[in-house]
């Protein structure tokens, strides 16, 4: 008989030390939103990202990745797409 290796309570997601960022993307299609997401989710300590094409929004989770560095992943997208970006000041 084989023993089954099984964790009667897995522990969750550490969520601890997340920051959530708001962007705002001119996305007009699910191919724009997933390439804004793709570019975010190659950055290291980018936990998840969730793109919003109807409310034009993009909130990524990450750990220890400054917003600036996030916001010029997408402004490199940005100038050969044609779609404005920003960050709203307050998030």
């Known amino acids: 008989m084989g ?3 099984s964790s009667p309570n897995p522990s969750p997601p550490d969520t601890s030390g997340l920051t959530t960022t708001k962007f705002i993307v001119g996305m007009t299609c ?4 997933g390439a804004v ?8 300590g980018v936990e998840s ?3 919003s094409v ?3 929004t993009v ?5 220890g990745v ?7 992943s997408l402004m490199k997208w940005s100038e050969s797409s044609g779609k404005n970006v920003e ?3 307050t998030q």
């Open 59 to 63: 909130f990524v989770k990450s750990r």
């Open 66 to 72: 400054e917003s600036e560095v996030m916001l010029e």
């Open 37 to 44: 997401t793709r570019i975010l989710k190659k950055l290291p």
């Open 3 to 5: 023993s089954k290796l």
């Open 87 to 89: 960050m709203p000041e």
């Open 30 to 33: 699910s191919g724009c939103s």
């Open 54 to 56: 109807a409310d034009k």
């Open 49 to 51: 990202v969730e793109a």
